[in-house]
């Protein structure tokens, strides 16, 4: 069963505009780190942000911002300011349920264009 | 170049061949993953090091694959008699030690496998 739903495959945003990807997840681990991470056409992956279950204040890494809810379960990604190379694939990960500490179960991912 | 390198980038088999892969980690890191990434998928989890001991395998990877970290710095996948299933992206990742996993990976680029 997939424990990690992206359920936007595609969007687009206009550049200077603000977009939001949505994630939820299943875990049982008490206490883990949620991700995001981009990959751009052609490269490799590489991470864009990261939140620690256990605190409260959602993470920020300069236009990238996400809005965690443990209690929904949900990881959403908030892209400011957007600019033509955050034109990727962004994939959320997180732990699945009842797996070893190191595994992480990625999202099918949203393709995000941005449009000069 | 420090980062994470794969080994061959692209690689064209027949089906029933075996092919292998070589994954060379961040030098200062202990934790070696692999994942396969089909189209239109996230990566998927197949196992994970730790120096050179393999303490995770996910169910996905059968039989025909095996992988090794000899000396706990570079990794293979081998995969034998290799079927058009097999055909996807294999990613390889890297991780420093820490207290608390899973933290940040590092991702190589990848080996593109096509099995005909």
């Known amino acids: 069963a997939q424990t990690v739903t992206q359920s936007q495959p595609e969007m687009s945003v206009q550049e200077a505009e603000t977009v939001t990807l949505s994630c939820t997840y299943d875990?049982?681990?008490?206490?883990?780190?949620l991700f995001w991470y981009k990959q751009p056409p052609s490269r490799q992956m590489i991470l864009v942000i990261r939140?620690?279950?256990?605190?409260?204040q959602n993470a920020t890494e300069n236009r990238f911002s996400v809005n965690f809810q443990k209690a929904a379960k949900s990881f959403s990604l908030k892209i400011s300011d957007s600019q033509l190379g955050d034109t990727a694939m962004y994939f959320c990960a997180s732990p699945p349920p009842g797996a070893g500490s190191y595994q992480l179960t990625f999202g099918k991912g949203t393709k995000l264009s941005v449009i000069p | 170049d420090t980062g994470v390198s794969q080994d061959p980038r692209h690689k064209i088999t027949k089906r029933g061949q075996n092919v292998t892969f070589r994954c060379d980690p961040i030098?200062?890191?202990?934790?070696l993953y692999w994942y396969r990434q089909t189209l239109g998928q996230g990566p998927e989890f197949l196992t994970y090091?730790?120096?050179?001991?393999?303490?995770?395998k996910s169910r996905l990877l059968s039989d025909r694959f095996s992988a090794e970290r000899p000396k706990g710095s570079f990794s293979t996948l081998e995969i034998q008699r290799t079927e058009q299933g097999d055909s996807a992206m294999y990613l390889c990742?890297?991780?420093?030690?820490?207290?608390?996993?899973?933290?940040?990976?590092?991702f190589g680029e990848g080996s593109r496998l096509t099995v005909l």
């Open positions: 939140q620690e279950a256990y605190k409260q």
């Open positions: 030098s200062e890191h202990n934790r």
């Open positions: 875990t049982s681990e008490n206490n883990y780190y």
């Open positions: 990742a890297s991780s420093p030690p820490s207290g608390r996993a899973p933290g940040e990976l590092f």
């Open positions: 090091f730790q120096n050179e001991a393999q303490l995770e």
